[in-house]
């Protein structure tokens, strides 16, 4: 899930045309894909109403696709069309330490064991491909991560790993 989407689909929401930046592109064609509209509807009655997101209805608007053509840089196709490479790899090496269950590497021809190869990981990203993020995006994903465990007998997620340099924002 890129969260660095989401405070632009939230502040565009009512006036997509008016979206300038790096994702610009991405939420211009999650404005114009139907199976997006009930989301988007939510978000504009969410901003109306001052309500809480529905992270059920929302998520989809930033999910990140993990099959199709790989993107090595810029905003990723939206709707399971392309996968977009993290910026840097840092979240991809702990992953790696962690849960890699891969009885023959294609590129070393070795076996590739995790300290916990059972594990099952989320992604959740908080900084863009040039590495710029804001406590918003970082605050989304932990609360993201609250709803996903919430109302549950069994937590979906058990623990989360924050490897985080972010300047600080006096006005945060």
């Not at 006036?15 to 504009?44: C, S, T, V, W």
């Not at 989809?60 to 977009?84: C, K, M, N, T, W």
């Not at 891969?102 to 594990?119: F, T």
Request: glycine content about 8%; charged content about 30%; aromatic content about 6%.
């Amino acid at each position: 899930f890129d969260f660095t989407l989401l405070r632009d689909i939230i502040a565009h929401a009512e006036h997509p045309d008016e979206m300038e930046g790096p994702n610009k592109a991405a939420i211009k064609r999650l404005f114009k894909d139907k199976k997006y509209r009930q989301a988007l509807d939510h978000l504009k009655t969410r901003s109306l109403n001052a309500r809480d997101l529905d992270w059920e209805i929302v998520s989809p608007l930033f999910e990140i696709a993990h099959e199709g053509p790989i993107v090595e840089d810029g905003p990723a196709e939206q709707g399971g069309r392309s996968y977009r490479v993290p910026g840097t790899d840092h979240g991809t090496q702990v992953a790696g330490i962690l849960a890699p269950d891969i009885p023959e590497d294609p590129d070393s021809g070795r076996e590739l064991k995790g300290m916990c190869p059972q594990l099952t990981l989320y992604d959740l990203r908080v900084f863009d491909s040039a590495g710029r993020g804001d406590e918003f995006a970082i605050l989304s994903a932990i609360e993201f991560v609250g709803w996903l465990n919430r109302d549950r007998a069994n937590p979906v997620v058990h623990a989360v790993n924050l490897s985080l340099a972010l300047a600080d924002d006096v006005d945060s």
